[in-house]
């Protein structure tokens, strides 16, 4: 059985947001093609209080019940089948959907019987990155849908170096037409 798993793709992180991916909004549409072919689609959303220690390393974004917390207005909402918040306290975690604390990502998949996992959305070296290899390490079989991520792009060779990283440590990647 197959998931898929859409990471933060909210307001902050595409283009005009509050910490953005360059080109955050072009995963929308890669996303809303693929999104009926799985057996459950699991979406996050970062969402954090007004004060917390994750803004010491983060321009403020993602603050919970704002507009650039909210999902893109394009992404087909209506498809998913479990909403989760991950980043919900006066903690710097919450990169990888498998810290929601809204849900137990990880029970939840077992109980519907998801062995594969297929991981999309913002940003590849954050969250993206952090939730592929979570996915791994819990024994899913784990895909990176590479036309449906993107990246912060704060140095370069950052994106690189993250796919680099998750393919080294056995996570295949796939594009969206393959799915
Ligand atoms: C993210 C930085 C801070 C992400 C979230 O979704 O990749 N990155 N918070
Ligand atoms: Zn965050």
Redesign the pocket.
Same mark, same amino acid.
């Given at each position: 059985m197959k998931a898929l798993i859409i !990471?933060?793709v909210q307001n902050d992180?595409c283009p005009e947001g509050a910490?953005p991916a360059p080109e955050g909004d072009k995963v929308v549409p890669v996303i809303n093609k693929i999104i009926n072919k799985f057996d459950l689609v699991v979406a996050s959303r970062?969402w954090h209080p007004e004060g917390t220690v *994750?803004f010491d390393?983060?321009p403020p *974004? $993602?603050v919970e019940n704002t507009k650039g917390a909210e999902y893109h207005p394009d992404l087909h909402t209506e498809d998913i089948d479990v909403h989760l918040f991950k =980043?919900t306290g006066n903690v710097d975690d =919450?990169?990888s959907a498998f810290e929601a604390t809204s849900d137990n990502l990880e029970k939840l998949l077992r109980k519907k019987g998801i062995d594969e996992v297929y991981v999309a959305g913002?940003?590849t070296?954050? $969250? !993206?990155r952090s939730t592929a290899i979570d996915s791994l390490k819990k024994g899913f079989k784990t895909w990176l849908v590479t036309d449906a991520v993107e990246g912060?792009r704060q140095n370069p060779g950052d994106v690189d170096k993250a796919i680099g990283e998750m393919a080294g440590l056995g996570i295949k990647m796939i594009s969206s037409s393959q799915v």
């Open positions: !990471v933060d992180f910490l970062d *994750h390393k983060w *974004h $993602c =980043g =919450g990169y913002l940003t070296e954050y $969250c !993206v912060v």
